[in-house]
């Protein structure tokens, strides 16, 4: 019987020696790469926290002292450890989350998965634990470098400082990535600690020095490490950043060496005030393949080999979202000297790797800093360049502030390009990029762009950077490319008519890849006698005068999104022809306002009804139902359903 296989909870690691809980350690990181090769997740993340995640069950009592991850891709091991060993439904439906989900464990506490908050979160419920008699209780947070890169983390920190009489732990973990190597000023000051030779040559021989010596020797070892950690932060000027905190500072460590961290941490334990941890760790740790991937060592990996990490089911030929806009943005770059790229530490991820590549000094990577890469665009526009910010549309709501006031009032031309736009899938409710298009066309003067095929992506750029005196968003989904759709007519502002039939009973406006679905939903009405016409407005805010013509001229308008009705497009075409005197009824179909759990985005789009089958059923039971004929007057007003 393998000792992973007897855990069922934090406590039975209480009776493992610390030989013992290295074979743990072991079948732990088998387990994940067995398992995560088949499932697809967070790979090399979980594999750098392993002895660390054992040392925190060992030392703290999860879940009276709740644990806090940031972010929550790193908790494998965490679930593993808390009863949770069943991965061969991992971040499907049914199975276990990608993230830290509390519907799944009283162990788990913060499931948002979004960098930089853990801090907050730790403050604030320490707080909370002294002003409600629960003192005794610890709050511990794992918070990795790059979210240090995010300013939250250190408003935070300044905050914590302010009250010490509270048991609260703070690790960081210092891999020197986040999906890629950690960037700025902080990154740079912390990899001279993790690489300066006096902690490393000190540590290796003091380490080789008394395990010759043998037990008696260790023993005294023990008790003066401490103090040599000590003299080594005072030395590398960590506990000089964090003393003017008035934090306590335990560290560098060898966040991979078990009797180290099961000391420090117990220090920790036992300050009664908050304290810093910082473990120096690797990421992708004992798995060759990750080690070996530059990349960002296996941080996220679909279905894999576990032996040799090679993708399995062969490589796609479709064409991803994301490389057809990195060739376009590189295309529009080499014709234009004045746009520039910025990201929020996803430079490989958004497209943007090819781009810096060809032009490294006109590319931004900020760190997990999406607030500060909208002001600083603004800025870059005010200084007469173009910059395109590119990030996954569900961290754009982290930055809306900055993109009302400090683009938008500014008349400055910067464009968004959001990736992940809509339902993306496993990765759960805090990853769906569906509140952007409802969130974002609030902003006044703002332009919205939703592509529907390559095609239409790469004009849609192009277009976008010729904005100078607004904000234009350009946004996408996961995933390959669909089949581009021929265009029967372009309008004269730009609105795409995809289909067309005698009768105008339905117009069907399908909101960039959901004019897929239109054009099936439009077939299906087709068969049944009913007229459709299909429109892809490629620019969806504003609504364009001649969608209200449209409009005007038939019985029912259906919207097609993949971002939440309550507030979506269909909810401003609606208001639009209301305002313009246009009385024809609308249908706004898009997702639930609801935070959705992880599933595959067909699943998710079926449960929405957002499928051509359901939607053209109800659409043939609005019109069927009616005692109108099909072919009646354009003014006439169907019921909704």
């Given amino acids: ?47 750098g926290v392993v002895e660390l995640t054992i040392a925190l069950h060992r030392v703290f009592d999860s879940p009276q002292d709740p644990f806090i991850f940031d972010t929550g891709h790193q908790s494998y091991v965490h679930k593993l450890l808390t009863g949770r060993q069943d991965f061969s439904g991992l971040r499907s439906r049914g199975g276990l989350a990608g993230y830290p989900q509390r519907s799944e464990s009283p162990h788990d506490v913060v499931e948002s998965s979004h960098a930089s908050s853990s801090l907050s979160w730790a403050d604030g419920v320490s707080r909370a634990f002294v002003r409600t008699g629960r003192k005794d209780r610890h709050v511990v947070t794992v918070v990795g470098d790059g979210s240090l890169t995010g300013g939250m983390t250190w408003e935070a920190l300044n ?5 010490n009489d509270r048991n609260l732990v703070i690790v960081v973990n210092d891999n020197g990535r986040s999906y890629a190597p950690t960037i700025g000023g902080m990154a740079r000051y912390l990899n001279r600690v993790r690489t300066a030779d006096t902690y490393r040559n000190l540590r290796r021989g003091s380490d080789s020095l008394f395990h010759t010596l043998g037990p008696a020797a260790r023993a005294v070892y023990r008790g003066v490490r401490g103090g040599t950690h000590g003299f080594l932060s005072r030395f590398t000027n960590n506990e000089a950043l964090y003393s003017n905190l008035d934090i306590k500072y335990l560290g560098p460590i060898d966040g991979h060496d078990l009797p180290v961290l099961l000391e420090t941490l117990e220090l920790a334990k036992s300050y009664g005030a908050p304290v810093i941890v910082h473990a120096i760790t690797e990421k992708g740790r004992g798995y060759q393949p990750a080690l070996d991937d530059d990349a960002d060592q296996f941080h996220a990996v679909g279905k894999i080999d576990p032996i040799t990490g090679r993708t399995v089911g062969g490589a796609s030929t479709s064409q991803a979202w994301t490389d057809v806009f990195a060739d376009e943005l590189l295309a529009v770059g080499t014709e234009r000297h004045d746009v520039i790229a910025m990201t929020a530490a996803m430079l490989r991820p958004t497209g943007l790797l090819p781009f810096a590549e060809r032009f490294p000094d006109r590319v931004y990577d900020v760190g997990i800093a999406e607030q500060h890469a909208v002001a600083s ?44 736009a809509g339902v993306t899938g496993p990765d759960g409710p805090s990853h769906h990029g569906i509140w952007d ?18 095609e239409r992506l790469r004009e849609e750029l192009r277009e976008a950077v010729t904005v100078n005196d607004a904000p234009t968003v350009v946004r996408f989904p996961k995933g390959t490319v669909s089949n581009d759709i021929p265009t029967i007519e372009r309008l004269h502002d730009g609105v795409d008519v995809l289909a067309r039939s005698d009768a105008q009973d339905v117009l069907i406006v399908g909101i960039g890849p959901m004019a897929h679905t ?14 459709a016409t299909v429109v892809d407005p490629r620019w969806v805010i504003p609504v364009q005068a001649s969608l209200i013509e449209l409009a005007a001229n ?17 909810t401003r075409v609606r208001q639009v022809l209301r305002e313009a005197g246009v009385d ?28 051509p089958a359901k939607i053209a059923q109800d659409v043939i039971a609005q019109v069927l139902g009616t005692r109108i004929p099909v072919a009646r007057a354009a003014s006439a007003e169907l019921p909704l359903t």
């Fill in 1 to 47: 019987m393998s000792l992973l296989s007897s855990i069922h909870g934090p406590r039975d690691l209480d009776s493992l020696s610390t030989e013992q809980l290295s074979q743990l350690a072991s079948e732990v990181r088998e387990f994940l790469v067995e398992n995560v090769a088949r499932t697809g997740g967070h790979l090399g993340p979980n594999l």
């Fill in 159 to 163: 905050n914590i400082s302010d009250d």
């Fill in 377 to 420: 665009a603004a800025g870059l526009a005010f200084g007469g360049l173009h910059p395109v910010v590119a990030m996954y549309a569900t961290f754009m709501n982290r930055a809306f502030d900055q993109v009302l006031m400090d683009v938008a009032l500014h008349r400055a031309g910067v464009t968004f390009v959001l990736d992940r």
């Fill in 437 to 454: 298009l409802a969130m974002l066309q609030l902003v006044p003067h703002i332009r919205i762009a939703v592509p529907r095929d390559a």
């Fill in 518 to 531: 239109a054009m099936d939903v439009a077939a299906r009405l087709r068969a049944q006698g009913i007229g």
């Fill in 554 to 570: 038939h019985r029912l308008v259906i919207t097609i999104e993949d971002g939440i009705r309550v507030g979506g497009i269909g």
């Fill in 584 to 611: 024809t009824a609308v249908d706004e179909l898009g997702v639930p306002d609801e935070f959705i759990d992880h599933a595959t985005r067909e699943q998710i789009l079926d449960d929405a009804g957002l499928t």
